[in-house]
């Protein structure tokens, strides 16, 4: 098939999820993709660069009212509906950028476009959908977190116009039923994102002896939860728990984070902020250095949330237990006893009591590392959740 997708930025370090699966996509069928906008020029991510031909700029299309009179005139229909679609996206600037989005479509349309797709359900579906409107192609997309718990944009109106919709965890799904009730939700499908189990996987031979070490990797923002993370190393250290940690990512926090674990004593040999790094860095991390991934998530004020952390996964199938929080798609993946733990969210004292209880026994630790393998590859494979995905495109787009 020849499939198209749309996406709000290329690349994200925090979206290496996107780049995986559009990857496994390409390798056996025509892609291109369509970015809105630039994204982080740091993230260095051999996958996304070597998607690079394949990607387009939005903001690198010349295209005025002149050649959106032109399109009208050559397919007026086509237009005429892709004009609607970029109307109902006014509040996400569909109509200001109608004219680069026509010209896009006629590209499209000369390559022969048979899918769009879309990720995340805000401006790039509503771009998707008048890309799908000026193409005649069937649309999609898959909605992930923030665009459904805390800025939803037209979502219902977007889910009845697709042809298909998916979601990664069933923590969405349920929260798209309590929202917008039964008849939207059951137009999504659960597809989990997952991760290639021949690049992540465990290191052979027995851990380093030593302190607990304790990886937490994310942006540094609310819904992540590392300042629970802190408070409960604070409670370790002052208890004399052997426990070191470090934190690989960074955000708009990471000023405040850094002055609470100063407040609380901790110094840098017990907490590091090293920053973002990239996706090959950090897989490594988690093979020669982590004994336990913390997802300390949080639901915020305005409901935002997590999904499924990726670095879950990718944790898991590395053999790293998973101590993590009862938030959104978490327990999907982590069985509390069976591959980690999970403790109420807010909650450090308990955060606290499960990583010095896999400071304690050792033999927990032992079966939590087998069975965390063993949970990746039933749940969080790659090549069949992305086979999996590729069968709701392509059924999406019959009648």
């Given at each position: 098939m020849r499939i198209a997708y749309v996406v709000d930025a290329w690349p994200r370090l925090?979206?290496?999820?996107?780049?995986?699966?559009?990857?496994?996509?390409?390798?056996?069928?025509?892609?291109?993709?369509?970015?809105?906008?630039?994204?982080?020029?740091?993230?260095?991510?051999?996958?996304?660069?070597?998607?690079?031909?394949?990607?387009?700029?939005?903001?690198?299309?010349?295209?005025?009212?002149?050649?959106?009179?032109?399109a009208g005139l050559r397919a007026p229909v086509r237009t005429g509906r892709a004009t609607a679609a970029a109307r109902r996206a006014r509040a996400e600037s569909g109509l200001r950028r109608l004219p680069a989005l026509l010209a896009v479509a006629q590209a499209w349309r000369a390559w022969g476009v048979e899918r769009v797709h879309a990720h995340f359900a805000r401006w790039a579906t509503a771009a998707?959908?008048?890309?799908?409107?000026?193409?005649?192609?069937?649309?999609?997309?898959?909605?992930?977190?923030?665009?459904?718990?805390?800025?939803?944009?037209?979502?219902?109106?977007?889910?009845?116009?697709?042809?298909?919709?998916?979601?990664?965890?069933?923590?969405?799904?349920?929260?798209?039923?309590?929202?917008?009730?039964?008849?939207?939700?059951?137009?999504?499908?659960?597809?989990?994102?997952?991760?290639?189990?021949?690049?992540?996987?465990?290191?052979?031979?027995?851990?380093?002896?030593?302190?607990?070490?304790?990886?937490?990797?994310?942006?540094?923002?609310?819904?992540?939860?590392?300042?629970?993370?802190?408070?409960?190393?604070?409670?370790?250290?002052?208890?004399?728990?052997?426990?070191?940690?470090?934190?690989v990512g960074d955000g708009p926090l990471r000023a405040e984070l850094e002055a609470r674990a100063g407040a609380s004593a901790l110094p840098t040999e017990a907490l590091a902020f090293v920053g973002a790094r990239p996706p090959d860095a950090v897989r490594e991390r988690m093979r020669g250095w982590a004994d336990v991934l913390v997802a300390p998530s949080v639901v915020t004020a305005d409901g935002d949330r997590d999904g499924i952390p990726n670095v879950v996964g990718e944790a898991l199938a590395c053999g790293v237990p998973v101590v993590g929080t009862t938030v959104g798609g978490i327990p999907e993946l982590v069985v509390d006893g069976t591959n980690g733990l999970l403790v109420p969210p807010h909650a450090p004292d308990a955060l606290a009591h499960a990583l010095a209880r896999l400071v304690g026994d050792a033999g927990l630790r032992g079966r939590l590392r087998v069975n965390a393998r063993r949970v990746a590859e039933e749940r969080f494979d790659a090549a069949g959740n992305v086979a999996a995905f590729l069968r709701v495109v392509e059924a999406g787009g019959r009648g």
């Open positions: 925090s979206e290496t999820f996107v780049v995986r699966e559009i990857a496994a996509v390409a390798a056996a069928h025509d892609v291109r993709v369509l970015a809105l906008t630039r994204g982080d020029a740091t993230a260095a991510d051999p996958a996304a660069a070597a998607l690079g031909p394949r990607v387009a700029f939005l903001d690198d299309v010349a295209a005025g009212p002149a050649s959106a009179l032109l998707a959908e008048v890309l799908a409107a000026a193409t005649g192609a069937p649309f999609g997309f898959t909605a992930h977190a923030y665009d459904l718990f805390a800025s939803p944009e037209r979502l219902d109106d977007k889910a009845r116009r697709a042809a298909w919709a998916v979601t990664c965890t069933e923590a969405a799904r349920a929260e798209i039923e309590r929202r917008h009730g039964p008849d939207v939700a059951a137009r999504f499908v659960v597809v989990r994102h997952g991760v290639d189990l021949g690049v992540y996987r465990p290191l052979d031979g027995p851990r380093p002896p030593g302190a607990l070490r304790v990886l937490a990797v994310g942006r540094l923002v609310e819904k992540k939860g590392f300042s629970d993370l802190v408070d409960a190393l604070a409670r370790l250290r002052a208890h004399r728990v052997d426990v070191v940690a470090e934190v």
